[in-house]
């Protein structure tokens, strides 16, 4: 391997460029696996697509450069205080908008640190959401018969179907 | 939009849910109601809450019929009263939880029949509000001279994945009669105990930890009485017993607990009053063999304390009651001992007072991690 690489580019599903470096790249197996093909191989013109649309690689990009440090080397206390500061940061966005295409990124991916902390901040957002609100964001019908839903109510008193 | 997240994400979301968030969410649709009641599911969640959700519960010792309180101390270090079992109204004579076991609880209380007649058991599960009558023992042990004694144990191993209820009877100091309750099978079974031989009586309290329970016992052997432990291998029934560690056996100043995956005895120091010393046995719970010693790991000392009596291990913390001496005035409550920092956290006992609670001088502590664990068998 070459060890000039210092960056790799990489094209989104929506066929835009985007740079990322060696040491953020580790943080996902395959993307992992990308830069050592295209730095074995003879032709170095040809640049691999993610399956993640340009508004969400952004981030993920963000999020492995950030920790990649970290990722590599190790770090103190006091760094990984603040990274933690910096993920309550990052994670903040809407589930509609981009933290759903996060979490299949990562899933995609295979970054654990990132699909453990999107399924966190999902899990902690729908704390606070009523069965309608979650049904609307995850495409579901209530598919339950007025006579189901009398039951689940006598199981569990205070259930809500909305 | 938002896109179709696929089923490995979603159970992995529903997984970090509080129970009470998930039993909600079973109105979603009848996909969700249906993963959410899987045991695969379930033993996710349970997994994921033992390493992230570890709260203490904790009651104050009961005697007649004054009703008993149950209260959470949480992983946030916040303490609040559980909903307790609406059973408990009718039936809370002298009730205490035996143990508690992946979120399940089982609470024993007194039987008015007659004297000496076994506790009637009630498993439930605080978090779901499951709860259930275990049925009555075969052993109805009528007749019987009012000293007896009867012991219980209750705790799940994961070789066979079931819950058992263990019950001894001690009779002119010595045990019996012992019968098993497999929640599997909905049924009580006799046992034997030839192995128990010289046992004469036990302490109250018990642990289960990696399928295998636990108790202080009394053993008579060569005419010397000598404290020992008893052990009860959950998949296998079998009892052995253990040599205890070289501590000053008292059951109002020691307690048998888990360490780091090993069984452990919290004991009040033989020489210094103020100090608890804690003791671990040198090899991992659950097997049946081998050479079993103690260390002594830690000696904390409570130097404000004119009284201390440890409950449990939660995480690095030593649960305990004492009686602290403070400069306004001596009072009894619960306390935490932290066995990094050496420091004593106080002051549950305003928040219990807030909440009702009369000042006890014996309390009884578990460690619990809150599930959907169903208790099985017979609802009502």
Same mark, same amino acid.
């Given at each position: 391997m070459s060890s000039s690489v210092e960056a790799i580019t990489v094209l989104s599903s929506d066929g835009d460029e985007f740079k990322i470096t060696v040491s953020a790249a580790k943080l996902s197996k395959p993307l992992n696996w990308m830069l050592e093909d295209v730095c074995f191989?003879?032709?170095?013109?040809e640049v691999p697509t993610i399956e993640v649309n340009s508004k969400t690689l952004v981030k993920v990009i963000e999020y492995c450069e950030k920790h990649a440090p970290r990722a590599n080397s190790g770090a103190s206390d006091s760094d990984a205080e603040e990274l933690k500061k910096w993920d309550i940061e990052f994670m903040k966005m809407d589930v509609k908008d981009i933290l759903f295409h996060i979490l299949m990124a990562a899933n995609y991916l295979h970054m654990e640190g990132l699909y453990d902390l999107a399924c966190q901040t999902a899990a902690d957002l729908m704390k606070g959401m009523t069965v309608s609100q979650i049904r609307k964001i995850f495409h579901i019908k209530n598919d339950f018969s007025s006579e189901e839903q009398e039951q689940l109510r006598r199981q569990h008193p205070g259930c809500s179907f909305d | 939009m938002a896109p179709f997240l696929p089923q490995e994400i979603i159970t992995n979301i529903l997984k970090r849910l509080r129970v009470k968030s998930l039993i909600r969410f079973q109105c979603i649709c009848k996909h969700w109601k249906s993963l959410i009641n899987t045991p695969s599911f379930i033993a996710d969640h349970l997994h994921h809450s033992g390493s992230h959700n570890h709260s203490i519960i904790f009651h104050p010792r009961q005697k007649g019929d004054r009703t008993l309180h149950f209260y959470l101390l949480d992983c946030e270090m916040q303490v609040r009263e559980v909903q307790k079992a609406p059973l408990m109204d009718y039936f809370a004579r002298d009730a205490a939880i035996v143990f508690t076991s992946n979120g399940l609880v089982c609470v024993k209380f007194d039987n008015h029949a007659s004297c000496g007649s076994p506790p009637r058991l009630l498993l439930w599960n605080p978090a779901t509000r499951d709860k259930g009558l275990v049925p009555t023992n075969i052993?109805?042990? *009528?007749?019987?001279?009012?000293?007896n004694k009867i012991f219980v144990g209750f705790g799940f191993s994961p070789i066979i994945n079931d819950y058992k209820i263990v019950m001894f009877r001690f009779s002119y100091r010595a045990v019996d009669w012992v019968e098993l309750y497999s929640l599997t099978s909905e049924s009580w079974k006799e046992v034997k105990c *030839?192995?128990? /031989? *010289?046992?004469?009586n036990l302490w109250d309290q018990t642990v289960t930890a990696n399928g295998v329970m636990y108790w202080f016992g009394w053993l008579e052997r060569h005419g010397s009485r000598d404290v020992t432990i008893v052990s009860f291998d959950? /998949?296998?029934e079998v009892f052995t017993l253990i040599p205890s560690p070289d501590f000053y056996p008292s059951p109002y100043s020691s307690t048998l607990t888990v360490h780091e995956d090993r069984l452990a005895v919290l004991s009040l120091n033989r020489y210094q009053s103020k100090s608890i010393d804690l003791w671990v046995m040198d090899e991992a719970i659950g097997s049946s063999r081998g050479i079993r010693s103690w260390t002594k790991k830690y000696t904390c000392v409570f130097?404000?304390?004119?009284f201390v009596c440890p409950l449990t291990i939660w995480r690095n913390e030593i649960f305990c009651s004492g009686v602290h001496e403070r400069p306004e005035n001596v009072r009894l409550e619960p306390a935490l001992f932290n066995l990094t920092t050496n420091k004593i956290k106080l002051g549950f006992m305003d928040t219990l007072c807030n909440l009702g609670h009369h000042v006890a001088y014996k309390y009884h502590a578990f460690n619990y991690v809150e599930s959907l664990v169903p208790i099985g068998g017979t609802k009502f």
């Amino acid at each position: 391997m070459s060890s000039s690489v210092e960056a790799i580019t990489v094209l989104s599903s929506d066929g835009d460029e985007f740079k990322i470096t060696v040491s953020a790249a580790k943080l996902s197996k395959p993307l992992n696996w990308m830069l050592e093909d295209v730095c074995f191989s003879d032709d170095c013109d040809e640049v691999p697509t993610i399956e993640v649309n340009s508004k969400t690689l952004v981030k993920v990009i963000e999020y492995c450069e950030k920790h990649a440090p970290r990722a590599n080397s190790g770090a103190s206390d006091s760094d990984a205080e603040e990274l933690k500061k910096w993920d309550i940061e990052f994670m903040k966005m809407d589930v509609k908008d981009i933290l759903f295409h996060i979490l299949m990124a990562a899933n995609y991916l295979h970054m654990e640190g990132l699909y453990d902390l999107a399924c966190q901040t999902a899990a902690d957002l729908m704390k606070g959401m009523t069965v309608s609100q979650i049904r609307k964001i995850f495409h579901i019908k209530n598919d339950f018969s007025s006579e189901e839903q009398e039951q689940l109510r006598r199981q569990h008193p205070g259930c809500s179907f909305d | 939009m938002a896109p179709f997240l696929p089923q490995e994400i979603i159970t992995n979301i529903l997984k970090r849910l509080r129970v009470k968030s998930l039993i909600r969410f079973q109105c979603i649709c009848k996909h969700w109601k249906s993963l959410i009641n899987t045991p695969s599911f379930i033993a996710d969640h349970l997994h994921h809450s033992g390493s992230h959700n570890h709260s203490i519960i904790f009651h104050p010792r009961q005697k007649g019929d004054r009703t008993l309180h149950f209260y959470l101390l949480d992983c946030e270090m916040q303490v609040r009263e559980v909903q307790k079992a609406p059973l408990m109204d009718y039936f809370a004579r002298d009730a205490a939880i035996v143990f508690t076991s992946n979120g399940l609880v089982c609470v024993k209380f007194d039987n008015h029949a007659s004297c000496g007649s076994p506790p009637r058991l009630l498993l439930w599960n605080p978090a779901t509000r499951d709860k259930g009558l275990v049925p009555t023992n075969i052993n109805d042990f *009528g007749d019987q001279f009012s000293w007896n004694k009867i012991f219980v144990g209750f705790g799940f191993s994961p070789i066979i994945n079931d819950y058992k209820i263990v019950m001894f009877r001690f009779s002119y100091r010595a045990v019996d009669w012992v019968e098993l309750y497999s929640l599997t099978s909905e049924s009580w079974k006799e046992v034997k105990c *030839g192995t128990l /031989a *010289g046992l004469m009586n036990l302490w109250d309290q018990t642990v289960t930890a990696n399928g295998v329970m636990y108790w202080f016992g009394w053993l008579e052997r060569h005419g010397s009485r000598d404290v020992t432990i008893v052990s009860f291998d959950i /998949a296998n029934e079998v009892f052995t017993l253990i040599p205890s560690p070289d501590f000053y056996p008292s059951p109002y100043s020691s307690t048998l607990t888990v360490h780091e995956d090993r069984l452990a005895v919290l004991s009040l120091n033989r020489y210094q009053s103020k100090s608890i010393d804690l003791w671990v046995m040198d090899e991992a719970i659950g097997s049946s063999r081998g050479i079993r010693s103690w260390t002594k790991k830690y000696t904390c000392v409570f130097s404000s304390y004119c009284f201390v009596c440890p409950l449990t291990i939660w995480r690095n913390e030593i649960f305990c009651s004492g009686v602290h001496e403070r400069p306004e005035n001596v009072r009894l409550e619960p306390a935490l001992f932290n066995l990094t920092t050496n420091k004593i956290k106080l002051g549950f006992m305003d928040t219990l007072c807030n909440l009702g609670h009369h000042v006890a001088y014996k309390y009884h502590a578990f460690n619990y991690v809150e599930s959907l664990v169903p208790i099985g068998g017979t609802k009502f």
